[in-house]
């Protein structure tokens, strides 16, 4: 086999690194024609309020690969940013984010849904990126209050300045900001007060450490506690077991996300658990 050849004949002089240059090159060819072709699909992941309502989703990218089949945004994303080709990847995924809510709005069920979407680091970085959002919401026509943009808090420590007023423009637009994986970050307080943010996002290893130790739940209470004192709503990611929900349900959190409410998945499987426990 062709494959096997090429690999045992690079092994001869640079093994490790030339494998590296060859995936390389491959994945950035394969990424650029999987673009070309729309082999990206999202799927989407509710979101819950404490009463078990479904009140939101949030839009996750896969890649269909034609031989690999499904691969997950962890593994093509880091260099999709290297590679600056998350640029379209991510215009491509506000589009297609928000035609799908869109869509849901003619259907009563799922017409107050607020759509959650990932943004990464070079999006938000760049200068168009305010206007293209604008423009995703003119073209597909959605209520922008019904749209939330999740950055990270790993984003916020460039230019500060610029940060505040691009988030300043967007808040114009009309649409919700939340901070993704927060608490895994470096932002400080007082920088944190003059973000317009809306929503906090507990990131899953504060979730998960719950359950381990009272010392570790404390700090998804400070999370929970700061949010609030900051007007904003918490939201908890990566919420797999009933006791973590109730842990954060009596700790005052909002909305939970998280294998035990949902798996993410295809639009066209999306139906309505409501749950009224
Ligand atoms: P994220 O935004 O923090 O998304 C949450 C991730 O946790 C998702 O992984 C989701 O499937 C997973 N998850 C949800 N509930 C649970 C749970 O209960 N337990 C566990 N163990 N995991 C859970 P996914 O879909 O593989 O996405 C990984 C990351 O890739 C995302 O983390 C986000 O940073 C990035 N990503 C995904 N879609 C996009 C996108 O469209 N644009 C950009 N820029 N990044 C994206
Ligand atoms: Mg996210
Ligand atoms: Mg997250
Ligand atoms: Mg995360």
Known sequence: EAKGLGRNHVCFYAPQMHEKILERVTLDSSFRLALQRNEFVLHFQPQWSRERKMIGVEALVRWIHPEKGMIPPGVFIPFAEESKLILPLGRWVMQSAMAQLACWQETTQLRDLVMSINVS????????????????????GVNPAQIQLELTESMLVRDQLDIIQKMQALKKLGV?????????????????????????????????AIEESDKQASLAASIIGLG???????????????????????????????????????????????DTN
């Open 176 to 208: 919700l900001i939340s901070l993704d994986d927060f608490g895994t970050g470096y932002s400080s307080l007082s920088y944190l007060q003059q973000l317009p943010i809306d929503q906090l996002k507990i990131d899953q290893s504060f979730t998960r």
């Open 121 to 140: 680091v070079l999006q938000f970085t760049t200068v168009d990126f305010v206007s293209e959002v604008e423009d995703a919401l003119t073209q597909t």
């Open 228 to 274: 609030h004192n900051l007007g904003m709503e918490v939201i908890a990611e990566g919420v797999e077991t009933q006791a973590q929900f109730d842990w954060l349900k009596n700790h005052g959190c909002d909305l939970y996300q998280g294998f035990l409410l949902g798996r993410p998945q295809p639009s066209n499987e999306f139906v309505i658990t409501e």
